[in-house]
């Protein structure tokens, strides 16, 4: 998985302030996450609209409770 660069994703939001960069994409709903500086990370696959695969949930309990 490849992700926007910090330049990237100045052109995107328009701010290089993370806070305001993180402000922006909350108000448009796109997924992102917090790396441990602080700083919003942005998958190039979700803004592409390709299939983006996510992380496990856990156990699915309710196939348990089918077999029972």
Known sequence: MTFLTPAELVELTGYRRQSKQIEWLRSRRLRFW???????????????????????????????????
């Open 34 to 68: 917090i790396n441990g500086l602080g700083h919003p990370v942005v998958s190039r696959a979700m803004l592409l609209g390709e299939n983006v695969v996510s992380l496990p949930q856990g156990p699915n309990l309710s196939a348990l409770k089918e077999r029972a």
